[in-house]
């Protein structure tokens, strides 16, 4: 090898060298140590209470931010990962308060932090109610301490709502319809029946999924693609990530028999699946599985015979579906459209006196395995959460829980009761607009007046981040 391939061989081997050093992110941080170059925040004029960050640093890195208020409890965004530029949200705030913000940036080996900046958040004026924290007994503020819960406004202009145990609105996103039901994805997100308040029954012609910074991630619109009818009191995610509502279905039926006409249209209540790119997966009717003939007030309710008001599918693909006027709740089998069993009033399963419900709501399946409602109660005019453990071959209902509320509760419709934790049931009554905890001796624990038309509550787990590892 000659002189100079020689010096050419040993150069590229320094450089190569070099190079391989240079990628050793100790080498980096001596050299070149990580830094955070800009910080711009956004004020976003849609909402009081998100706010953008943008960030730059001088090198790959992961970031994040922390921010807090005179009280010290701090509170971190998601993390921006292996970026020099950076979009960072701010999500978790309440209006007219003083917080300090901070950034950090980090590699394997090293860390940054920014200087801090204060963030002061102004008042909400956009679709959104009051919340008022009346009552906290002492012995449940520790445990309900940290807990967040989302909510609706069902009037127009709407929104969705997700509230601190105290009843401070921390996140929202504000509708020019109304928001008829919201619900917490296991994703983190916030997904929506949204409708004109004309639109009867809790009804809507949209289905809109929103991730925390307000970013659109699904939109179905009646009309468009395979949704062709609009959905109405439910909406969920099921174990595969596809979105199942309630629908708004008709049917033509010879009604002469009851004094209509032969060509009759009779409007009832259906399912429907879609994958979240609204492909129409599966649906079904009740006006199938019900002879309308059956009813001899069918000239009446013909308009919303029987009306469904909750959807629930269970792990083995099935679906629980309840109707209100006909104080029942039926399991739909999903391979075969097929009705497997209706619990109720005149249902496959014996009830005594004391186990029989009527205009119930939310219909699910809870933590234990129990069927579980909120029992409107309008027979008796008090309101309830009720469970059930089923034995389907036996046609056997069990009463698991039976919690009675206050008549100052009572609910004629709406709602719902869920369990908090294991021994603790969290409500959503809606003629005296309140969102309750009670334990299971039905003592009421902690009471929020709603200054708005909610339609449920729940839980929102994951909402509020920990500190990234």
């Known amino acids: 090898m000659s002189l100079k391939k020689r010096l050419i061989f040993f150069a590229t081997v320094i450089l190569l060298s070099a190079f391989a050093l240079w990628q050793f992110d100790a080498v980096k941080n001596a050299v070149v140590p990580l830094r955070i170059d800009k910080i711009d925040l956004v004020h976003l004029p849609e909402n009081r209470l998100r706010f953008k960050v943008n960030v730059s640093t001088n090198r790959n890195s992961d970031a994040y931010l922390k921010y807090w208020t005179r009280s010290n409890d701090t509170l971190y965004s998601k993390i921006s990962k292996a970026a020099t530029e950076h979009t960072i949200w701010i999500v978790n705030t309440t209006a007219l308060t003083n917080y300090t913000f901070q950034v950090v940036a980090s590699t394997v080996s090293q860390s940054a932090k920014s200087k801090k900046y204060p963030l002061e958040t102004k008042p909400i004026y956009q679709a959104t109610p009051y919340f008022t924290l009346e009552y906290l007994d002492s012995s449940f503020a520790r445990e309900i301490e940290g807990k967040f819960f989302l909510t609706q406004i069902l009037t127009e202009p709407g929104s969705s709502v997700i509230i601190n145990h105290k009843g401070d609105i921390v996140w929202y996103e504000p509708s020019k319809k109304g928001v008829k039901v919201s619900h917490w994805t296991p994703e983190k997100t916030v997904l929506c029946i949204v409708g004109a308040e004309k639109i009867p029954s809790s009804g809507g012609d949209e289905i809109i999924e929103y991730d925390l910074s307000g970013k659109v991630l699904t939109h179905l619109q009646v009309g468009k693609g395979d949704m062709d009818k609009m959905v109405h ?27 209509g006409i032969k060509q009759d249209t009779v409007k009832g209540d259906g399912i429907v699946v879609f994958s979240r790119a609204g492909k129409k997966i599966w649906e079904w009717t009740m006006l199938d599985h019900l002879d309308p003939l059956s009813d001899p007030a069918i000239l009446k309710n013909k308009k919303d015979w029987v009306h469904a008001n909750s959807v629930f599918r269970e792990a083995d693909g099935d679906f629980l579906i309840s109707f209100r006027d006909l104080n029942q709740v039926w399991k739909v089998d999903f391979q075969t459209g097929k009705i497997i069993w209706k619990l109720g009033e005149n249902g496959d399963f014996p009830l005594s006196n004391n186990q029989l419900f009527s205009a119930q709501h939310f ?34 209902a069990v009463t698991q829980l039976d919690i009675p509320l206050h008549k100052d509760y009572y609910s004629t419709a709406k709602g719902n009761a869920q369990f908090m934790g294991n021994d603790k049931v969290i409500y959503c009554i809606t003629d005296p607009r309140v969102f309750l905890v009670t334990d299971l001796e039905g003592k009421v624990l902690w009471k929020i007046q709603v200054g708005g038309d909610p339609y449920r509550l729940e839980e929102t787990p994951g909402f509020k981040l920990t500190k990234p590892q």
């Open 363 to 396: 219909a699910h399946i809870n933590q234990k395995g129990d069927l579980m409602i909120l029992d409107n109660g309008v027979k008796k005019e008090i309101s309830r959460a009720l469970s059930f453990k089923l034995d389907p071959t036996a046609r056997i």
């Open 233 to 259: 009191h439910e909406v969920r995610t099921d174990k595969d990530g596809n979105i199942y509502a309630l629908t708004f279905d008709k049917k033509i039926f010879d009604l002469t028999k009851a004094g």
